[in-house]
């Protein structure tokens, strides 16, 4: 009986405490520190429930704490945030790897991705109806993360060293890498859906599980639509600025003499078709 007494004394406490708050929403420490509170509480419920079943069927300690739990998702989100922007700072916009076509920044974002996916999956809320709407926006705070990323890369682009009429290969170059941050971004939300393994809890709803799955569905590709579409913009337009240039390579490669080398205008040619040619392949496959 002493154990089952002290959980009782743990669920009343925790109720006690979150009652006691007097502003919701939590700032981040207090929230962050609720979340421990519960992890321990879960882990306490789960060896007590071992030790003997019967003790824990009607106390559910877990649903104390339902009042924060919206607060926690948005403390997830802040932390996110506040880690992208660090990251896109100390971004010197250079292939990680030869073989890689992003920088650092996007490493990163997958790393808080995954960061993202390790919460959902410690939280493992009992009730399923409440579940799939903490799941839907925490789904849509990962969506807004990574908009913010792609937005905040973006900027990048109006760098004075990134803009301009200049066939120079390290612009080039670093117009692409952007490109391909945004767009291995964008890649990494087909995942998520399985790595917070949404279908096991779709099979755990009373009712509309096949309208929960498009709910998903549809954040998912609205985000991807949006940021493809600031990616395809700007190729557009970049294309556009550097047109004279290209004419005037075009016209100075089919005026040329043998005697004259055409190795610099056709390699500019060459890294801004490529650079075109590479994101567009990276969008499309990956």
Known sequence: MGGHS???QLSELCKFCISEEKSLPLDKATSIFYYQAYLACRQIEKYASMANPSVLETLNIWMCYEPVVGNWIETACIICKER????VASDTVVRVTDGAHHSSSAVDVAVFLHQSIAFWKSLNWPDAEQAFGYALAHFQNICHCTEDYAKTIYKRLNAKELTGQSFERDKIEKVCIIFNNMAHSCNQLNTVSEKLDMDSLYKRLSRGQGEAKKSFDRLRESTKEDIEHRIVTFVEEYSQTLAPEIRMFVTSIMTTGHETSTALEV????????????????????
Do not use: M, Q
């Open 267 to 286: 390699n500019c040619l060459v890294i801004i078709v490529s650079c075109r040619n590479w994101e567009d392949t990276t969008i499309s496959h990956g």
């Open 84 to 87: 992208i922007k660090e990251a």
């Open 6 to 8: 002290s959980t009782v």
